[in-house]
């Protein structure tokens, strides 16, 4: 039983030549231009960066050294199983299981509530100590250090990822976003822009959540959001704009300043899109 691997690891050991150490993964991100005192959301694949000892407790650990006491890290800790079951696609369930699953999802619990499709890295990072954890029951936000309550306090309903989201509190903030190993597709800070937009059309959601200690299924109207553009629009970007680019292990990796992306993907996309 002992060394049993999945096929992403596998496929991880295969690439890779030298193991990454915690010591090296720190001299990377620094090489990077992630530096003590930040306050930086990451987005991040495991595979993509080799194999890694330690694996995702190795990353994270590597992240907290180099931001120190005085740095803020904060991961999206998305539930999206905690949704309107009509919007499911991957993979979509029978129309007749739908109400069921409004009847019966849990309740969402910051504490709790494991994320889903947000990778390895993610999943760990929200159990961490002294994490603290935003209040969406889909689309939350976890965050460790002296500038975590100020993004994660106050996530409104709707718009989902609007100003009194923690992207919005990011950007005030004057923070980074690291996208290690992964692309712009995944983002989510681009969704602000769709926010500031508003060229996006709005649709139903739906979430399992706690009122005064019962479970209830709220619906709430907010944007239809579409990640579609988003690879387009951080390959506009890094034509006239600065970007920190850097291998990380395998991993093509970028470090980029929150609010000149978001103004100018809000531009972009009024640019680009008509207006609903």
Known sequence: M?????????RAVERTTDPLTQTALVKALQHLGLKAGDTVLVHASLSSLGWVIGQEMAVINALLDVLG???????????AGN?????????????????????????FDPLTSPTRGMGRIAELFRTYPN?????????????????????????????MFGESSPLGALTRLQ?????????????????LSEVLAQVRPMKRYGHAIQVRGKRAWATVRDYDYDDAPFEEIGKAFEVDNSVNISTVGLATCRLIDAKPLVDF????????????
């Not at 923070?175 to 969704?191: A, E, F, I, W």
């Open 2 to 10: 002992w060394g049993i691997q999945t096929m992403s690891e596998h």
């Open 69 to 79: 006491a005085h740095g803020t890290l904060m991961m999206p800790a998305h539930t």
């Open 83 to 107: 949704s309107e079951p009509s919007n499911w696609e991957n993979p979509p369930i029978p129309k007749t299981w739908w109400p069921l699953v409004r009847e019966h999802a849990p309740a």
């Open 131 to 159: 994490v603290h954890r935003s209040s969406h029951p889909e689309v939350s936000f976890a965050a460790h250090g002296p500038n975590a309550q100020a993004l994660i306090l106050d996530h409104a309903h709707s718009p």
């Open 175 to 191: 923070g980074k976003v690291l996208l290690l190993g992964v692309g712009y597709d995944v983002c989510t800070l681009l969704h």
């Open 265 to 276: 993907g809000t531009r972009w996309l009024q640019k680009h899109l008509n207006r609903p």
